[in-house]
């Protein structure tokens, strides 16, 4: 009987540890509806009508961009949801290669990283508590979850074009009601799911749906391919790319 008993806390431990949440999201530019994006005409006076016209169609694609969060007990990955890209639309080829950063993320291992392209695939290595957030009392309810925001202060690669380090105040909305330490792109490590995650001030990410336990065998894996580097190994590269560019 003991024994009996012992397998059915195992079974219902098992259970658990693989039952699977998806949080879709989408891209967003912050005050602005997805369908109606127009520019500032004064700002972007030298362009032609048409440059511009065209440069607003390619924002209202980017916005449009979905992407999925899959986090078990311990894991999570976030990526661009799968589509069908038509070979003779350049503009979502242009989205995919934008959008394809992957993010994974461990929390047994403490690990922690993103899957980038440069001149090839790259794991990139970042730290486990890579932002040290600030937890207020504001609220605001987000998809029937009452939801708490949270910021901090993140010094970016350094920029060889802009020759600094960019600083971010990325701002999110948490719901502890959701008892999950992961959000979208990294924005994580807090107690409960991030639901919205502003990156610049401008554009920012918002769950649209969220669906627990799916099961459409969605799994949750580490990256396979690619070559895992550090996030300082990463800037040299990108430097090393600038140079190279100035040189030709």
Request: with cysteine; proline share 3%.
């Amino acid at each position: 009987m003991k024994k009996i008993s012992l397998i059915l806390v195992f079974i219902i431990h098992l259970n658990t540890y693989c039952q699977v949440t998806r949080v879709t999201y989408k891209n967003g530019i912050y005050g602005q509806k997805n369908d109606s994006i127009k520019l500032n005409k004064e700002k972007f006076k030298d362009l032609t009508k048409e440059n511009i016209t065209s440069l607003e169609a390619f924002l209202k694609n980017q916005v449009n961009v979905e992407f999925e969060l899959l986090y078990d007990a311990n894991c999570s990955i976030f990526q661009r949801k799968e589509i069908l890209i038509s070979e003779s639309n350049k503009m979502e080829q242009l989205n995919s290669m934008m959008n394809n950063n992957q993010y994974f993320k461990n929390n047994i291992l403490n690990e922690k990283l993103f899957q980038t392209t440069l001149d090839k695939l790259y794991n990139v290595i970042v730290p486990f508590d890579e932002y040290k957030w600030n937890i207020s009392n504001e609220t605001k309810t987000i998809n029937g979850y009452l939801c708490y925001k949270a910021t901090c202060k993140k010094e970016d690669l350094f920029n060889p074009y802009k020759n600094s380090k960019s600083i971010f105040y990325p701002e999110v909305w948490f719901s502890p009601d959701i008892p999950s330490s992961f959000g979208p792109q990294g924005f994580d490590g807090l107690p409960g799911l991030v639901l919205e995650a502003t990156l610049n001030g401008k554009k920012y990410l918002y769950a649209t749906k969220i669906e627990f336990n799916i099961k459409d065998g969605k799994k949750i894996e580490k990256f396979q391919k690619g070559k895992t580097i550090t996030s300082e190994e990463l800037e040299k590269l990108i430097i090393d790319d600038y140079k190279k560019s100035q040189e030709n």
